[in-house]
């Protein structure tokens, strides 16, 4: 999946549901996400912008959820930085926060890659990621898991997070 396919069809959702609030991490989706999300009031939205602190969006998100618990909290994530603060998904069962985490997984860290790209003639070191299934991770913490392989399944899955 392209990942502003992708955003659109969470834009869509998102656009349907009253008063939701997103959190982006740091890297690319990060930097696509900034054009391509909208919103229905101020206020909706948390970035890391030129901070560049990998693993941002969800701890931010379980804080926007504790301080407006009426509204739905969503955080996007590359892999890469979700590997930061999966952990996070402990606390949120812990203490009862529920959040939505949609994690855009790529096999890489996507902006260091680039870096790589542009700097060092295309040798890759430690940018590649091997990564487990963050749904299964995720189920093992006992919270909800889900995996889209195919951008017509993103909608009905974003959906059914939110209902959790």
Not at 81 to 87: D, K, R, V
Not at 95 to 100: G, K, L, Q, W
Not at 142 to 162: M, N, P, Q, W
């Amino acid at each position: 999946m392209k990942p502003r396919q992708l955003l659109r069809e969470l834009e869509k959702v998102i656009m349907e549901t009253d008063d939701v609030v997103i959190g982006t991490d740091v890297g690319n989706i990060s930097a696509v996400a900034n054009g391509y999300t909208q919103f229905k009031r101020p206020q909706s939205y948390l970035a890391p912008m030129t901070f560049g602190n990998c693993g941002y969006s969800l701890p931010a998100i379980m804080g926007a959820k504790v301080a407006s618990p009426e509204r739905p909290c969503i955080a996007y994530s590359g892999d890469g930085s979700f590997g930061m603060s999966i952990n996070e998904l402990m606390t949120c069962h812990r203490s009862n926060i529920p959040v939505t985490a949609v994690v855009f997984n790529n096999g890489q860290w996507g902006a260091e890659k680039k870096n790589q790209v542009i700097w060092y003639e295309n040798r890759y070191v430690g940018s590649n990621l091997d990564n487990p299934s963050y749904a299964e991770i995720s189920r093992a913490m006992k919270c909800e898991g889900i995996t889209v392989s195919h951008i017509d399944e993103v909608g009905d899955a974003l959906k059914e997070a939110l209902k959790m």
